[in-house]
């Protein structure tokens, strides 16, 4: 039972390209979250959605584009791809409880490497 | 905005010993919630143990337990009877509730438990 899941695992591509990666939660949660990890294992915010509406937009380049289709899916879309875009990045998800009673659970990450 | 300090890039304890990551952070709020994840090599973000600012008992998950000073706005992780498979990354991290559940991350303790 994979609670929160993102496709791919890995992924390789050229410079200038864009790309998506795609995950679901079967968790019933009703916010999601990407991260970005760097090579120096620094993990930051990018954007946060609650019941599909945006509610956490730092500071990222507009190439990056989420989507939430509905409550159980957040997905990336990067346009243009750049060198600086190779991270390992992190899908979330949690339930908002009266008094921020929550815990984020994170999948498994999708490693992004830009030659 | 919150800022979470890991004053200690690495660590190691010898396996069945006692060792404690130190976490320091900085904000003017009163309410909010503080979790350690552990991220092994397989990359995986899991969580460990988490603690309400407003409890003033410290939070303990089996081996693991917290030392949060609240005036101090310290929030250490002490990991007891160590053992070969706590080797691991282990990030700090602060959820402010009143800023969307907007969570900030550590830069991380390397921590290698020595057989």
């Known amino acids: 039972d994979t609670a929160v899941s993102q496709t791919p695992k890995y992924l390789v591509t050229q410079m200038g390209n864009d790309k998506s990666i795609k995950c679901e939660q079967n968790?019933?949660?009703?916010?999601m979250y990407w991260y970005k990890q760097d090579s120096k294992k620094f993990l930051k915010i990018m954007f946060s959605?609650?019941?599909?509406?945006?509610?956490i937009n730092e500071t990222v380049p507009n190439r990056f584009s989420p989507k939430s289709p509905d409550k159980a899916h957040l997905n990336l879309h990067i346009n243009s791809l750049e060198l600086g875009d190779s991270a390992v990045y992190f899908c979330?998800?949690?339930?908002?409880?009266?008094?921020?009673?929550?815990?984020?659970?994170f999948g498994p990450g999708t490693r992004l490497l830009v030659l | 905005a919150q800022t979470v300090t890991q004053s200690q890039p690495e660590m190691s304890v010898q396996e069945a010993e006692t060792v404690t990551l130190s976490c320091t952070y900085d904000?003017?709020?009163?309410?909010?919630?503080l979790f350690w994840y552990k991220q092994p090599p397989s990359r995986q973000m899991i969580l460990v143990i988490r603690?309400?600012?407003?409890?003033?008992q410290n939070a303990t998950e089996n081996r693991f337990s917290v030392n949060f000073q609240k005036a101090a706005k310290s929030f250490s992780l002490k990991i007891s009877d160590s053992q070969l498979g706590d080797t691991a990354m282990y990030f700090c991290?602060?959820?402010?509730?009143?800023?969307?559940?907007?969570?900030?991350f550590g830069a991380g303790t390397r921590l290698t438990v020595k057989p």
């Open positions: 979330a998800s949690s339930l908002r409880l009266p008094g921020g009673k929550e815990t984020q659970y």
């Open positions: 968790l019933g949660h009703d916010t």
């Open positions: 959605y609650n019941n599909k509406e945006l509610i």
């Open positions: 904000t003017s709020e009163n309410n909010y919630y």
């Open positions: 603690q309400e600012a407003y409890k003033q």
């Open positions: 991290a602060f959820l402010n509730p009143s800023n969307n559940n907007d969570m900030r």
